[in-house]
């Protein structure tokens, strides 16, 4: 099963993401893409941190996300990934610029193989105005892409907004 839920700040996709994740009733492994490079992004990952289960396992992993699933992967558990869109960020920043493509690509061919649960956090960034900087058009861009190639391979997408779950795609077997 592999779901992804989409939102913009602060419209409860992360929230959902732990309730389903705590729903399941799987061993749940955390994947944060965050780095905190200043005290507002440390504040944030800090209140993410308050809100998770104490028994959930961490992993930090803010570029190589394929390895790290295809290391930590086996059927019977669930693996949350908040966020995408924090991990394109670094991927988009960093000193490589083909590793973003490489990345993209090896999650997409990764995800379907997985044995694990997976639940995908990311922003949806396509709804406001186009920015006004080559590097935030470019992370746009990609990140749309990245939204509709992981639809598609998706069994169930969600779309939040203002803490409501709305189903846009839900091919998730029934129990």
Known sequence: MLQLILGGARSGKSRLAEQTAQSSQLPVIYIATAQAYDQEMQDRIQHHQEHRP???????????????????????????????????????MHEDDALQHQQCELLLRTLPELKSEVVLVSNETGLGVI?????????????????????????????????FPMVLKDQSPSV
Not at 134 to 159: M, T, W
């Open 54 to 92: 104490e028994h959930w396992q961490l992993i930090e992993e803010p570029l190589f996300l394929a390895e790290s699933l295809l290391r930590i992967d086996q059927a019977g558990q669930l693996i949350l990934i908040d966020c995408l869109t924090l991990w394109m960020s670094n991927l988009l």
């Open 131 to 163: 920015p006004m900087g080559e590097l935030s058009r470019k992370f746009v861009d990609e990140s749309g892409r990245l939204h509709q190639q992981l639809g598609k391979i998706a069994d169930k997408v969600i779309f939040c907004v203002a803490g």
